[in-house]
C-alpha cells in the first residue's frame, strides 16, 4: 500500500518541479507583440499607415513598440533605400534609443532615452546598432539594420519599451544621389523590419519643398557664316528654329525669336537633368556647341542656365556638273559639223579619272 502512494507523489513534485522550471523561462517569440509605427504630422499621432507630408532633406521618427520581450530574437529594420529606376529613398537611419512605450499622441521630442545606442549601463544593458548593410532586391536595394543587445534580461523589467530611430528621405542633388525621394512613384517608399512579418509603414511620395522656385534655360540661335563658332559682329541671329528640352521621354520644345532667342521654364515638379538640343534644317551644318551639339544640365531650385547658345552655318546645295555633246561623222574632215553630214548613233563615250571610268552611248 505504501508503495503504491509514493509512486503519484514522485510524480507530483516532479511535475510541479517541471512547471517551476518552464514558468522561469523567457516568453516564447510567439507571446512577443512588435508593433511598427512612424510619426504622421499632418495629424500629430504615431501610425501604422501612410505617413503624410514628408519632403526631401526630412528625417521621419520611427518606432518599433514591444510587449512580453523575446531576447532570443533577430531584430532587423529595412528601409527602401534604391529602386530599379535610379532614384534613392532613403538613405541613412540614426538617433537609435531604447524608451518606453508611450500612447499614439505623444510627440517624438517628448520621449526620453532609457537606453542609447553605444552607451554601457550599470546593469549591464548595451543597446548595439549594426549597419547600415545594402541588400539587393528584385526591386532595387533596401538599407538594413540590425540591433543586438547585451543583458537583455534588464528589458524585461519594463512594462512595455519601444525602439526608436529616425530615417532620412535622400535629396536630388548634382552629385550621388542625382534623384532623391521625391522621385518615387505613389506610396511606395516603405520600411519594414523581420520582427513584424514585413510589415510596411510606407511614406507617401514627398513632395518638392513648397519653397522651391522655378528654374530657367535660356540661349540664342546665331548664324555662324564663317564657321568659326563665335558670334561676330554683323552675324545675324535665326529665327524659327526649333530648341528642345528632353528628360526620358519627355520633350518640351520652344521656336526662336526674331532675336535668335529662347527659353524654358522648369516647375518645381520638373527639376533635375534635362539635355537641350537644336532639331537640324537642311541646308544647315552646326557649329556650335562642340560635338554632341547639346548641354546636359542638371536643374535645381532657382537655377537659371543662360547663353546655352547655338551656332549654324548655311551650306551650299550642290549642283553635279554636267559634260555634254554631240557624234557626228565629219564627211570632209574639216573639223566642223557641216549641214548634211549625219549624226553617229551607238558610240560610246568615256569620262576616265584615274581608275575611275564613266561611259555614256550616243543617242539617234
Known amino acids: ?42 495629424s500629430n499621432k504615431w501610425m501604422d499607415g501612410l505617413l503624410f507630408t514628408y519632403h526631401e532633406d526630412n528625417w521621419v521618427p520611427y518606432r518599433l513598440s514591444v510587449t512580453d520581450y523575446n531576447y532570443t530574437a ?13 532614384h534613392y529613398g532613403i538613405d541613412q537611419a540614426t538617433n537609435f534609443f531604447i524608451g518606453l512605450k508611450t500612447d499614439r499622441v505623444t510627440p ?12 554601457s549601463y550599470p546593469d549591464g544593458l548595451v543597446f548595439h546598432v549594426e549597419g547600415p548593410t545594402y541588400i539587393t532586391t528584385s526591386n532595387g536595394q533596401e538599407i538594413e539594420y540590425r540591433f543586438i543587445i547585451d543583458n537583455p534580461g534588464a528589458l524585461m523589467l519594463l512594462d512595455g519599451f519601444a525602439f526608436y ?9 548634382s552629385s550621388p544621389p542625382p534623384y532623391g525621394s521625391s ?23 514627398p513632395p518638392r519643398d513648397p519653397t522651391s522656385e522655378p528654374s530657367t534655360v535660356s540661349g540664342y540661335k546665331w548664324n555662324d557664316k564663317n564657321g568659326d563658332r563665335n558670334w561676330d559682329e554683323g552675324e545675324p541671329a535665326l529665327e524659327g528654329w526649333t530648341i528642345e528640352a528632353t528628360q526620358g521621354e519627355v520633350v518640351k520644345t520652344v521656336g526662336t525669336g526674331s532675336d535668335g532667342s529662347y527659353s524654358f521654364t522648369f516647375t518645381e515638379n520638373e527639376l533635375g537633368e534635362w539635355t537641350i538640343s537644336e532639331v537640324p534644317q537642311t541646308g544647315w551644318q552646326q557649329t556650335y556647341p562642340a560635338s554632341p551639339g547639346t548641354y546636359t544640365l542638371n536643374l535645381q531650385s532657382g537655377t537659371n542656365e543662360t547663353d546655352r547658345n547655338f551656332g549654324n552655318q548655311a551650306v551650299e546645295e550642290f549642283v553635279p556638273p554636267v559634260v555634254s555633246g554631240y557624234k557626228w561623222n565629219d564627211k570632209n574632215g ?14 560610246t563615250i568615256k569620262a576616265t579619272k584615274g581608275e575611275v571610268v564613266k561611259t555614256d552611248v550616243t543617242g539617234s
Open 183 to 205: 522621385w518615387w512613384n505613389g506610396a511606395s517608399l516603405h520600411t519594414h523590419t523581420t520582427v513584424t512579418g514585413r510589415q510596411d509603414v510606407p511614406i507617401k511620395t
Open 165 to 173: 530611430w529616425k530615417a532620412h528621405l535622400a535629396v536630388t542633388a
Open 74 to 86: 533577430d531584430i532587423r529594420i529595412q528601409h527602401d533605400y534604391l529602386d530599379a529606376g535610379g
Open 334 to 347: 574639216d573639223g566642223n559639223w557641216d549641214e548634211g553630214e549625219p549624226a553617229l548613233e551607238g558610240w
Open 108 to 119: 517624438p521630442e517628448s520621449i526620453l532615452p532609457i537606453y542609447e545606442a553605444g552607451v
Open 1 to 42: 500500500m505504501r508503495k503504491v502512494l509514493i509512486i503519484p507523489l514522485v510524480l507530483f513534485f516532479l511535475l510541479s518541479s517541471m512547471i517551476c522550471l518552464v514558468s522561469q523561462l523567457p516568453a516564447s517569440a510567439a507571446n512577443t507583440k512588435w508593433d511598427l509605427e512612424g510619426w504622421r504630422v499632418d
